[in-house]
């Protein structure tokens, strides 16, 4: 058994201890009164994202939407422990509760590559992930559930004081991700428009289930500022937690979706390397026409005998990296270079044949 398999049977075997454990907890909590619902969502939520992300990890083990969709399953379980009737379980959970929607929107805005690729999206993630920790602990610390609408919760452990304070960080903290969830949709439409056809029928889906989801969310974090009727909050909670519970089905349909075309890819590669840059733009446009961001290319030197990489160095490709396999690149019959890609593109050799073809033209010239 391979390092990874044992990693992801590992991961499996916690994820499935720890949904059993917070069924359990959920099942036994006292201050909800959906709480078989929400357990049942839960479940769906936590066993989905890692199920799902444990098959991407394994087709693709060097791109990190597979252990980002993990990520997002386990912080779905850490969710669903604010039903603990435990104080410090109830506390740990209570702080980290939204750090789910951090990893949503981190998840959602590097698909596919599982890398932020612009400023802007780096931008938006570190945004949220502040909001939803620094000043989620700051609340934290100020709320006396009790005294915030929750008569049967545990007493918060960490209370300094129940004062303004939280109110007022709440009100920034739904402000911020109002705001922040409105841009991420945005961009993520800009995501979609900016794409190749293929791409964008894998991104579909995604697009579809992520707006919703994020349109349930601020939709209901403007219902709770507003104080509308618990029955209200109630059915919006359940919506959202409904959509979060498809969305793992909808990366997975986007996935198995995201077949590059091999005349796409080439007139990906073509057009990126068209203004030149040398040999670091072909290993770009090769990276960006396959979709592997960790593609490496190795250039092949007769005389040496060996494979150097874009500065000259010597560069050993047999055998490849764990998670990644190395086609040749020929042209008339001859050794010009090698591509070393994720393993998970073994089955589109087809495609993968043909772009290097495409390589070792722009190489010859």
């Known amino acids: 058994m391979t390092s990874l398999r044992r990693r992801q049977l590992a991961v499996a075997v916690l994820a499935v ?59 779905g379980f850490l969710k669903s422990l604010a039903f603990s009737n435990n104080s410090v379980v109830f506390a740990i959970s209570s702080i980290g509760e939204v750090l789910i929607y951090a990893l949503l929107v981190h998840l959602l ?32 610390v100020f709320t006396d559930p009790a005294k915030a609408g929750c008569p049967r919760c545990p007493a918060n452990p960490l209370l300094i004081n129940q004062s303004e304070a939280a109110t007022v960080i709440n009100t920034a903290q739904v402000d911020i991700a109002v705001a922040l ?11 979609w428009r900016s794409s190749t056809p293929s791409q964008a029928r894998a991104f579909t889906p995604i697009l579809a289930v992520g707006s919703l989801t994020f349109v349930l969310l601020m939709t209901s974090l403007i219902a709770e500022q507003a104080n509308l009727s618990s029955q209200i909050n109630a059915a919006l909670s359940l919506a959202l937690f409904g959509s979060i519970a498809c969305l793992p089905f ?40 396959l979709g592997d961001p960790t593609l490496e290319l190795a250039y092949w030197v007769p005389n040496q005998g060996a494979y150097v990489d874009a500065d000259g160095r010597p560069m050993r490709i047999d055998p490849a990296p764990e998670g990644t396999i190395t086609t040749a690149i020929e042209h008339d019959g001859r ?5 070393v890609h994720d393993a998970g593109l073994a089955d589109e050799q087809q ?14 010239k």
Do not use: C
């Open 17 to 75: 201890v720890t949904g059993i454990g917070v069924l359990v907890v959920m099942i036994n909590g006292r201050h909800n009164n959906h709480r078989g619902a929400y357990a049942a969502l839960a479940l769906g939520i936590g066993w989905g994202f890692i199920g799902t992300g444990l098959y991407v990890w394994g087709r693709r083990p060097k791109n990190n939407i597979g252990l980002l969709m993990i990520a997002v399953g386990f912080s």
């Open 109 to 140: 805005l590097s698909f596919p590559t599982g890398r932020l690729e612009s400023r802007l999206d780096r931008i938006l993630v570190a945004i949220t992930y502040f909001n939803t920790t620094v000043l989620q602990l700051a609340a934290f």
């Open 181 to 191: 969830l409105g841009a991420v949709v945005a961009v993520l439409y800009r995501h």
């Open 250 to 289: 909808a990366f997975l349909l986007g996935l198995l979706r995201s077949r590059f075309n091999p005349a796409e890819a080439i007139n990906s590669l073509v057009g990126q390397v068209g203004g030149g840059g040398g040999r670091g733009a072909l290993r770009n446009a090769l990276a960006a026409a």
């Open 335 to 339: 050794r010009v270079a090698a591509i």
């Open 351 to 364: 495609l993968v044949q043909t772009v290097g073809v495409a390589a070792a033209l722009t190489l010859e």
